[in-house]
C-alpha cells in the first residue's frame, strides 16, 4: 500500500461498493483523505446515482467528492468497460493522459483500471 502512497496520482478513482461503502459506512480502510493534491472520483456498477448521492450526502463525502461520480444507468456497459471513465473525464474536464490510481476490491475492478491505463491498489 505505501508504494501507492508514495506516488503523486493526479486522479484517484475509487470503486462505491465494497471499497468506499462498506455496510452502508464508510469503508475506513477506504484512503478517501490520503491523495490531497489529487482529483477523486467514483465509478460505480451501481444503476441509481441518486442512491450514491444520497449516501455522498449523509456522510459528508459530498464535500470531498462533490458531483464527481459515474454510475451505470443501463445505457452504456459496465466495468470492467472503460466507458463511465471516459463519461467522468468529460464530467470532470479532465484530459485523458493522466497518472491514475484506481481502488477497487475486485476482479472487475482489477480489469477496469488496467483497461483504462491506472494503477490497481486492492481493499477490501
Not at 466495468?79 to 468529460?90: A, S
Request: proline share 5%; hydrophobic share 35%; glycine share 6%.
Amino acid at each position: 500500500m505505501s508504494k501507492f502512497l508514495e506516488r503523486e496520482y493526479q486522479l484517484v478513482i475509487w470503486d462505491w461498493f465494497g471499497t468506499l461503502c462498506k455496510h452502508g459506512q464508510v469503508n475506513p480502510d477506504s484512503l478517501y483523505d490520503q491523495f490531497p493534491k489529487a482529483a477523486k472520483g467514483i465509478i460505480s456498477n451501481h444503476k441509481y446515482s441518486t442512491d450514491l448521492e444520497k449516501w455522498l450526502k449523509d456522510t459528508n463525502l459530498i464535500t470531498i467528492f462533490g458531483g464527481n461520480y459515474i454510475c451505470q444507468d443501463g445505457r452504456y456497459p459496465p466495468k470492467p468497460n472503460p466507458h463511465m471513465y471516459f463519461r467522468l473525464l468529460k464530467l470532470m474536464e479532465l484530459r485523458v493522459d493522466l497518472r491514475i490510481l484506481y481502488i477497487g476490491d475486485s476482479d472487475t475492478d482489477e480489469e477496469f483500471a488496467k483497461n483504462i491505463g491506472a494503477d490497481f491498489m486492492s481493499i477490501s
